[in-house]
C-alpha cells in the first residue's frame, strides 16, 4: 500500500466502531521490521504468509465471515 502499512491501516481501522479490524486478515513475504513482527506476534488477526496457499486464505476468510455471522445473528 503506498499510503500507510498494513499496521497503519488496522490501528485506524480500530477507531471504527463495529469491529471492522477484527476482519482484517494480513499477508506477508516475510520481509518485514522489527515493529511489524511484534505487532504480528500480538494481534489476533490472522497473518497468511506469501506465496500463500489458496486454500489456507480461504479457511481464514471463512473462520471470519463465520465468526462475524454468529456474532451478528439475531
Request: with cysteine; proline share 5%; hydrophobic share 40%.
Amino acid at each position: 500500500m503506498d499510503q500507510m502499512t498494513g499496521i497503519e491501516f488496522h490501528e485506524r481501522l480500530s477507531m471504527i466502531p463495529g469491529g471492522l479490524a477484527s476482519r482484517v486478515i494480513f499477508t506477508t513475504g516475510g520481509a518485514y521490521t522489527p515493529a511489524a513482527q511484534e505487532f504480528l506476534s500480538r494481534t489476533t488477526n490472522p497473518c497468511v504468509a506469501k506465496p500463500f496457499n489458496v486454500e489456507a486464505l480461504r479457511n481464514q476468510i471463512v473462520k471470519i465471515a463465520t465468526a462475524v455471522r454468529n456474532t451478528t445473528a439475531i
